[in-house]
C-alpha cells in the first residue's frame, strides 16, 4: 500500500504544482476573468452555482451514461452479429469503418428536430450514435482475435458455436472491448454536452455553459467545466476497475499491478 | 485383432489455394491399431498435420474416407473420441491451469464437484498437482504442455492426436516430456498419433512410423521399432535405438533423393 501512494506521489506532485502555477500566473499577468479565472475564483463561484450546476451536470452524466449503455448494448449485438456470419461483416463493416472516421458530431442540432427540443432521447441517441461505432469496430475484431489452434481446439470438443462464442470468443474480446469503452466513455460526454449546446432543456451542462458564457459569469462556466471533467474522470476509474475486475488475468492489467 | 482405432482409405486432399491448387495428400492407407504409439514424419509441408486434421475431422478429405473407432471421422468427433494436442499449448489465457483442464468436461455439461476432482486427477498425472490456481503465463513452457496433455485427457478419450506437442521446448525438456507420454500412455492405455519432425523422438516413442514424402504426401514406408518397452532412460544409449534411428533416417533420405 505505501509503495502504491508513493508511486502516486509525482502525479499528485504535478497536479498541485500544475494548479499552484495557474494562480500566480493569472495574479501575476492579471488575467482578466473572462480569459481565465484563477483556481480559488472559481472555488469561490461554486457555492453559488451549485444548486444550478449541480443538477444540470446529473442530468448530463445521466443522458451522456443512458447513451452510452444504449450504444454499447447495440455495438454488442451488431458486433456478434458481424463476427457470426460472414455476409453481414462483409456488408456491415466497410459502413462502419466509413461511419467511424466521420464526425458524427454534426447530427447533433438535427437531432432536435428529430425527437423534440426537450426530449431526452434527442442527446441519447447523438450519444449512442457516437459510441456505436467505435465499439462495434473493436469488438469485432476482439471476437475473430481467436486463433485456428483455439477454434480446432473448440472443434474437438464437437462445441457448438454459442459455445465457442461464449467460452472462447467473448473473453478473448475482452480487452478489445474495454480499450474501445475507454474512447467510449470520453466520446459519450462530449457527444451530450455538445448536443446540449445547441438547444435544450436548461437544466443541462451545454445549456448552462452557453447561457453563463453569454452572460460573462466564466467564473460559473469554470463550475461547469471542472464538473464534467470530474464526471469524465469518474466514468473512466469506474471502467478501470471494471477491467481490474473482469481482467485481471490480461498482461496489461498484470503489468498494471506489478 | 481387434478394430482398428483409426482407419485411413484412399484418402486425397486438395487445397484451394490462392492461384490454384495445393495436392496436399495423395492416396494415403493407414490403419492405427487399439493401444498403438503411431508416429508420422516427414519434411516440412508433407501433410502431417493435414493428415491429423482429417482424422479429427477438423478437415475434411477430398476423396477416400478416414473412419475412427469403426465410426465416420464426424461422429467420433461428435462422439469426442479422441483428444487434441497442437504444436502450442493453446491454453485460455483467462482461465487458471485446473480450468483449463476443466474446459472440455464443462462443454460436456459435467457437473462442478466432478470436474474439479477430475481436473485435480489429470495434473496429478501429469505432475502437476498444486499448479490447478496457477494462471498459464506464470508457467514454463514445458509445463504448460502438460497442462494441455491433462486438457487433452481429461474426459477420457480413447485416441489422443499430437501435433509436433514437444517442437518449441528446449532437448532436455523434451526429452522428459517423453518420458511421461510414454508413462501416460502406458497408465491409460491411450492410443496415439503423434506428428513429429525429429527423427529420434520419433524412433524413441514409437511402436510403429509412418514415413511421409514431400508434396503431395504419400506414405512411402512405415517401419516397425523394435524396441523392449517400457521405454527408459537408457534406451537412447541401447544399439537398437541408434539402428531404429538410422533406418528411419535412411528411408527418409531415400525419398527425397538426397546424395
Redesign the interface.
Known sequence: MTTRWRRALPAFGVFVGFIALWEGVVRLFDIKGFILPAPLAILRAFPEAWPEVWPAAIGTFLSALAGLAVGTALAVVAAVGAARWPMVRAGAMPLAITANSTPIIVLAPVANAWFGLLSPWSTIVVVAVLVFFPVMINLVRGLLSANLSELELMASYAAGRRTTLWKLQLPGALPYMFSALKVASALSLIGAIVKEYFGGSQARLGQYITLKAGNFQFEEVWTAILLASAFGIGLYLLITLMERTFMGWHVSVRAANV | MSQPAVMLTEVSMVFEAAGGFVHALDDISLEVHDGEFLSLIGPSGCGKSTML?LI???LEPTAGTVTVKGKPARQA????D???V???S?L????RVAANVE??L???GVDAAARAARAAEMLRLVQLDGFGNH?P?QLSGGMQQRVSIARALAFQPSILLMDEPFGALDEMTRERMQMELLRIQRQTGTTIVFVTHSIPEAAFLSDRVAVMSPRPGRITEVIDIELPKPRIFETREDPRFFAAVTEVRESLRAIEGAP
Not at chain 2, 468427433?77 to 469426442?80: E, G, I, P, T, V
Not at chain 2, 485460455?92 to 482461465?95: D, G, N, S, Y
Open positions: 486434421r479429427g475431422d477438423l468427433r461428435l462422439d469426442r479422441y483428444g487434441m497442437f504444436q502450442t493453446t485460455l489465457e483467462w482461465r474446459l472440455p464443462e462443454i460436456m494462471y503465463w
